[in-house]
């Protein structure tokens, strides 16, 4: 097998073991047991956290055989993968909103990674790491107030996912800075910055969980998938001196790819507030999306089933509930 061919196919494990990652994920979150960030105590969720590191590891891997230029556009696929294992594993299907949404996402995303130019850069010193530190802790903050805020739970798991997407990128850039400065000789010279990417990985774990409650699957995944990498190439762009290839047209082409990332992300967040009690295909309503439902007006209540009455004291009482009287 060709270093090349191994590469596309480590990477499209890792992405079908990052989409797995997510629907264990988002079951758990669905079952709300425990707490929302860190369900500690919850064996099935730490599976989850493995899957994550299987497919961190074969991404890593991939790209020691193959160009950043094949290996981040296939890492998008994670979401289009997630559609399908959803309706295969958990029978819920995904409705044609969510996956033309996914599918815009995806295409949007791989077209604006394979325009990035991952070449070498210069290495950001220690004053501007620090500076993108506090700016990223300060937005991810303010992402998690305005979740605090959303009214809505998909609005809330999106923003939640957005903030996850802003830790994950920045952890991917603190990473190579470490990888680029540390040597053998001082091992522990980069300990800082290793300490910050470890709670930036840590907060985009915890907070990419809680963004599955009561927001579905789809809308969370993909806007991690995308803010992630995004987030990380507009680093590499400001900080290590990356561009873009083929100059102003692969400029406009990044900018236009942006564009289609970001109408699937609303298109898959329309589609969930279109079913704010379920998921798209017909799942009932969740009892994390608001009070438990009940029958609605005008909807037909078996009495005798419920108190043991007969049916012809079934028929009273829906005759009286129907001329008002008590």
């Not at 890792?14 to 707490?35: D, H, K, M, N, T």
């Not at 470490?178 to 000789?185: L, P, R, T």
């Not at 910055?193 to 969980?209: D, I, R």
């Not at 609303?266 to 009690?277: K, M, N, Q, S, W």
Request: aromatic share 6%; net charge neutral.
């Amino acid at each position: 097998m060709s270093p090349l061919l191994l590469s596309v196919v480590l990477s499209l494990v890792s992405a079908v073991a990052y989409a797995g990652a997510a629907i264990v994920q988002e079951r758990v979150a669905a079952a709300a047991s425990g707490p929302a960030y860190a369900p500690l105590r919850n064996p099935v969720w730490w599976g989850a956290v493995l899957l994550n590191g299987v497919g961190a590891a074969l991404h890593v891997v991939a790209l020691a055989y193959g160009p950043l230029s094949v290996v981040q556009p296939l890492g998008a696929l994670t979401i289009v993968f997630a559609l399908p294992m959803t309706a295969l594993f958990v029978r819920r299907r995904a409705g044609r909103r969510a996956w033309h949404g996914a599918l815009m996402a995806t295409a949007g995303l791989a077209g604006l990674l394979s325009v990035t130019d991952g070449g070498e850069g210069r290495t950001p010193g220690g004053g501007e790491r620090w500076l993108l530190a506090g700016a990223t802790f300060a937005v991810v903050a303010a992402l998690f107030a305005l979740a605090r805020l959303a009214g809505r739970s998909v609005l809330r798991g999106v923003a939640l996912a957005a903030a996850a997407g802003v830790a994950f990128g920045v952890a991917s850039v603190f990473t190579k800075a470490v990888a680029e400065e540390w040597s053998a000789d001082a091992p522990l010279a980069e300990w800082g910055p290793a300490l910050v990417l470890s709670a930036l990985a840590v907060t985009g774990l915890l907070l990419s969980q809680a963004s599955y409650r009561g927001a579905g699957l789809a809308a969370p995944l993909a806007t991690v998938t995308v803010v992630n990498p995004v987030v990380a190439a507009t680093v590499g762009l400001t900080l290590f001196g990356e561009g873009f290839r083929y100059g102003a047209a692969g400029t406009v082409a990044a900018l236009v790819c942006g564009a289609v990332a970001a109408g699937g992300l609303v298109e898959l967040t329309l589609d969930r507030l279109a079913r704010p009690g379920g998921d798209p295909g017909g799942d009932g309503p969740s009892a994390s999306d608001g009070d438990a439902a009940g029958p609605e007006v005008g909807q037909g209540v078996d009495v005798g089933a419920v108190s043991g009455t007969r049916p012809h004291l079934e028929v009273e009482v829906r005759s009286r509930a129907v001329a008002g009287r008590p």
